[in-house]
């Protein structure tokens, strides 16, 4: 009697697996940060992981002064500032892996990770989600017209000219108003290209005086505003845009052979949405408590995937302030947190507000703010908290709220709030 092998196709072979005591993934200022306040003080290993060849997030790409001030107390360059914060994440005992991207979760703190060493695992005894934000390029959009070459996004712009030391055209229109779109101006005229006109569909430019006011005078950039891009024209490249004014429709046409679309932001948020984990519908990040605690035990966010988005600085201030969440957590040996918690609502004018939970034995949020994004400018912005249909606070703030910026309110403003009520709106008028 002759006997045959088995048929049939033979079983993957299990992917090796590795544990550390804090994973983070994302090796940009919040990441770095985090891992630079835990590694001296988690008795095993503290892992960075980082898709990109070098860590040090979008920094690494913007080669002009304006980093740093809020963390380091000084001022740097992208690149210096990037620099130094793995400089410090290194010498404080973090590992830091690039080229390693997490493309899932096994279990609750488990990873799937694809580098160039293979695919593996990483189990956790806590991870934190420092992934940032991206702008939403043209596509996402929805700008018609043709499809030629010399559209671009900050990011991809400031890759071309900064790390590749790449040439874009001689004459640009730059689309959005933020803080991220003088950077843009800035780096095309490092590239030898000439903006032709800045786009904001707001009354006034978003940013700062600071950034408008030179911008306009000395670098001569002239400003469209209530405007915004129709359509972009051009066989091969970028010839034209076709220009709208939002309050009157007349259109006019602006001859350019570059166009950056900049700012307007969206969390990196792949990991959050394939975990499951409780999403915020207005920033589409996940859903934090000021101790910035995602609805998944052990897993924690900071950084621009929670307030897309806020200068680089702010982010490293968020991985500072979960150091010691993620030590308490570690301590607690994965028990899990009190309660679901309170939500914590913006109303309109303001699109956003985090963190957006607040649960009974939350800290206090990271240097004492509440971070908010408006759709309107107030000059003199009065706050009010409103929880059960009384009003638990009110607050009248010295700065004005603006579209593209974060506005910043004392969290002292959630100090009555029942952690055990219903929902907690904050307005501003």
Not at 407 to 412: E, G, H, M
């Amino acid at each position: 009697m002759s006997t045959t092998e088995p048929t049939g196709a033979t079983e993957a072979p299990t992917p090796r697996r590795e544990t550390v005591d804090v994973l983070i993934v994302g090796g940009g200022p919040a990441g770095l940060t985090a891992a630079a306040r835990l590694a001296p003080r988690v008795a095993g290993r503290v892992l960075v992981l980082d898709r990109e060849a070098d860590a040090g997030g979008i920094p690494r790409h913007s080669d002009h002064p304006g980093y740093g001030l809020r963390d380091l107390r000084r001022m740097m360059s992208g690149p210096a500032y990037a620099r130094t914060l793995v400089a410090r994440a290194a010498e404080a005992g973090a590992e830091i892996r690039t080229r390693a991207m997490v493309t899932g979760w096994s279990d609750e703190r488990t990873v799937e990770v694809t580098s160039p060493d293979g695919r593996y695992e990483i189990a956790a005894g806590a991870v934190v989600l420092a992934t940032g934000a991206r702008e939403r390029p043209r596509t996402a959009r929805r700008v018609p017209g043709d499809r030629p070459q010399g559209v671009l996004t900050t990011g991809q712009l400031q890759n071309i000219v900064h790390m590749h030391h790449g040439t874009v055209g001689e004459r640009a229109v730059v689309v959005g108003g933020e803080l991220v779109s003088w950077s843009a101006v800035l780096t095309l005229r490092e590239a030898g290209c000439r903006t032709a006109l800045m786009v904001s569909r707001y009354p006034k430019v978003e940013s700062y005086a600071a950034f408008t006011v030179p911008g306009r005078t000395v670098l001569g950039v002239p400003v469209a505003t209530r405007a915004r891009v129709t359509r972009i024209i051009g066989k091969g490249r970028v010839s034209a845009v076709e220009i709208e004014h939002l309050d009157t429709g007349r259109r006019r046409t602006v001859a350019c052979d570059t166009v950056v679309f900049t700012g307007d932001w969206i969390p990196d948020h792949e990991l959050v949405r394939s975990a499951g984990i409780d999403l915020d519908p207005h920033t589409l990040g996940p859903r934090v408590d000021p101790g910035l605690r995602t609805s998944r035990p052990g897993v924690f966010a900071v950084g621009n995937l929670l307030h897309p988005v806020d200068t680089a600085d702010i982010a490293a201030l968020d991985g500072a302030h979960v150091t010691e969440q993620v030590l308490r957590w570690l301590a607690a040996d994965g028990r899990p947190t009190t309660g679901e918690g309170v939500p914590i609502l913006a109303e309109a004018p303001l699109r956003w507000i985090a963190p957006s939970v607040l649960r009974p034995d939350s800290p206090a949020p990271a240097r004492n703010r509440l971070l908010l994004w408006t759709d309107a400018f107030v000059r003199v912005p009065r706050v009010t908290v409103r929880q059960d249909g009384r009003v638990v606070a009110r607050r009248t703030l010295p700065w004005p709220a603006a579209p593209g910026r974060v506005l910043r309110i004392p969290s002292s403003v959630l100090r009555d709030v029942d952690p055990h009520g219903g929902p907690v709106r904050v307005s501003v008028r």
